[in-house]
């Protein structure tokens, strides 16, 4: 690819090369494309003064092998585990106390103890009436920025095959 557009420079040919805006939207740290999110969600998240936020898209790095949270596109900014306030559950989703529904507290130790307790799990269906009762905030209380239930239903399914249960 030429290093120039061919427009000319009154015409802005400067925002024209693709390296400025094909680069950006990779974690720095490990080169996968991050999904976008909210900037409520970093300030929700964040344990460090706001006064680090800057006017640029962030996005989510979900990779459990990158210690890298959110990053902000177009710069060199980012943010690791130990400037936010919880412990993110795709980069430890094997260990079993880390929130993995952080507005109602689920664990996956707590989904264990329910199914080895009862045979069954009822916390799709608990969560689902915290939904109905509008008492979820996925936006400012998930690191993700978004709703749980598929990370939930993961987890479910994985102790279910671990265990020996059935899916239901
Ligand atoms: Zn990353």
């Known amino acids: ?12 040919a400067a925002m024209c090369r693709p390296p400025i805006t094909a680069r950006p939207v990779r974690c720095p740290t490990n080169q ?23 006017p640029v898209e962030y996005r989510f790095c979900r990779d ?10 177009g710069l060199l900014q980012l943010f690791t585990e130990v400037d936010l306030r919880e412990r993110v559950y ?17 664990t996956g130790q707590s989904i264990r ?7 069954k799990s ?29 990370n939930v239903r993961t987890v479910v399914q994985r102790l279910q095959s671990e265990l020996g249960i059935p899916p239901d």
């Open 90 to 106: 795709q980069k430890h989703f094997h260990e079993e106390d880390v929130f993995v529904c952080y507005c109602f507290q689920h």
């Open 32 to 54: 996968q494309v991050g999904k976008v999110v909210d900037t409520l969600t970093v300030k929700a998240m964040l344990a460090v003064p706001l006064t680090q936020i800057l």
């Open 64 to 73: 459990p092998n990158c210690p890298t949270v959110y990053y902000g596109t």
């Open 1 to 12: 690819m030429s290093d120039s557009c061919g427009c000319p420079p009154e015409a802005g």
């Open 113 to 119: 103890t329910e199914l080895q307790t009862t045979g």
């Open 122 to 150: 009822t916390v799709i269906e608990a969560i689902n009436a915290g939904i109905q009762a509008g008492q979820c905030a996925c936006d400012i209380r998930n690191p993700q920025g978004s709703c749980c239930l598929g």
